[in-house]
């Protein structure tokens, strides 16, 4: 079984300001960013059938903002227009398809 815990870092070192364990990234992040830290640092433990931890890894990652970007689309040229024009038509009246 694999068990999973987050911690808010201040920087991506061990010994660094910390508050933590989260059991979500979400949490973690969200913590992060309240403290004005940059860091997440993510604990796996590899866990047997007697609750004994077999394996450990950790890992620090920075969570990104996500922000909008404008996307804009050209319009169809007039060639374009003409070509899905013809190509609905075929599609709705059957022309085209294989018999």
């Known amino acids: 079984m694999t068990e999973r815990g987050f911690h808010a870092y201040e920087a991506d070192n061990e010994k660094a300001e910390h508050y933590g364990t989260f059991a979500t990234a979400e949490e973690a992040e969200t913590v992060a ?16 059938e007697h609750g004994v931890i077999t394996a450990e890894t950790k890992r620090f990652y920075q969570p990104g903002i996500v922000t909008a970007t404008e996307m804009k689309v050209a319009s169809l ?4 227009v003409k070509f899905f024009e013809e190509y609905e038509r075929q599609m709705y009246s059957g022309k085209g398809r294989s018999e």
């Open 33 to 48: 960013l309240k403290l004005g830290w940059e860091w997440v640092l993510v604990v796996r433990h590899e866990v047997d």
């Open 77 to 80: 040229t007039e060639a374009e």
